[in-house]
């Protein structure tokens, strides 16, 4: 219990710290604008590159787990997405946002903070993993389903660079891919650049969860009638499925395991709010999953976490 605590209770601190900033109006939207800047384009890129690098590369190309945990997302949104549809009468567009809500994962801003906490270092290659594959699947996902429901145009060739520039342009993808390079050669960091990274992504965890609860503080947008089964679609679903194709398949590593696990628990991101206001479809019920699922992920995380480190999480299939 104690080593839960050790873990929860820092988390919790830090996204309360940023909603009280925000709600006693010390830190403003063009504030926490700018935070999320750093945080996005410095901060958690510098903590995915250097992760990544300092992992032997034997460790990386593990495919069958990376396939494995893709697909899990897939189904996650699969079944997502024609549970919308089945309650919108086919609306592809918005079945597509509900998609996301209950499979993208918030694995860029919470994922740091958590799984190398309660893990170890060697936690932090399947994040970043995870996340870069999981958002590459999801982005060429998404303009093909919203292709079908009619809201997306445009030819093949500008769709497959507009898909190809998402992707490798991602910072957190980009910093994976980086990351990747470097561990192949086999080399490590200068020290003047391993220096500035570790000084970057010593702030990327902290300020991510500080930023998340300053979110958490504006209008939390609305509460439909579906987002109950799309954020335990999120919350339970996505992580059972994730755990039970693992430990079908078998052989894998137990703290990959266990960091992907805990990934799937994590609530839905709000890239899939910006998605929403893009295609314009289902705006404001995007902006309830993400804060309402960030709330609730706080008491699923922490089961989650509890059977994991408890010793009680069965992890009987793995070596």
């Not at 292709?147 to 980009?174: M, V």
């Not at 804060?291 to 008491?299: D, E, K, L, N, R």
């Not at 480190?309 to 009987?316: A, H, L, Q």
Request: hydrophobic share 55%; net charge neutral.
């Amino acid at each position: 219990m104690n080593q839960i605590a050790t873990i929860i209770l820092p988390f919790l601190g830090l996204i309360a710290c940023g909603f009280g900033a925000a709600r006693l109006q010390l830190l403003t939207t063009r504030g926490v604008n700018g935070l999320m800047v750093f945080v996005a384009y410095f901060a958690l890129p510098a903590w995915f590159l250097q992760m990544v690098a300092e992992t032997p590369f034997s460790q990386l190309p593990n495919w069958s787990f990376l396939v494995t945990t893709t697909f899990a997302t897939y189904c996650a949104f699969a079944l997502a997405f024609s549970f919308g549809a089945l309650v919108n009468g086919g609306n592809v567009p918005e079945a597509t946002i509900k998609g996301l809500i209950g499979s993208y994962a918030n694995i860029g801003y919470m994922a740091p903070a958590l799984t190398v906490a309660a893990f170890g270092p060697s936690a932090a290659a399947p994040t970043a993993l995870i996340f870069m594959f999981d958002s590459a699947m999801l982005f060429i996902l998404v303009p093909l389903m919203m292709i079908l429901g009619g809201t997306e145009r445009g030819d093949a060739t500008t769709l497959a660079k507009s898909i190809a520039r998402r992707i490798l342009l991602h910072p957190l993808i980009l910093a994976t891919l980086i990351g990747i390079l470097v561990s192949l050669t086999g080399l490590p960091l200068p020290d003047a650049v391993d220096g500035f990274l570790g000084a970057l992504s010593g702030t990327a965890a902290p300020v991510a969860l500080f930023v998340i609860g300053a979110g958490l503080a504006k209008a939390w947008g609305k509460f439909s009638p579906e987002l109950p089964v799309l954020l335990t679609m999120k919350l339970l679903v996505h992580p059972i499925i994730v755990y039970l194709l693992l430990a079908w398949i078998g052989g894998f590593d137990r703290v990959w395991v266990a960091a992907a696990v805990l990934i799937a628990a994590l609530p839905p991101a709000s890239e899939v709010l910006a998605v929403a206001r893009k295609y314009k479809t289902y705006e404001a019920e995007s902006e309830g999953a993400v804060h309402y699922g960030t709330a609730a992920s706080i008491v699923t995380v922490t089961i989650v976490l509890s059977f994991q480190i408890g010793d009680t999480f069965p992890f009987g299939q793995f070596p």
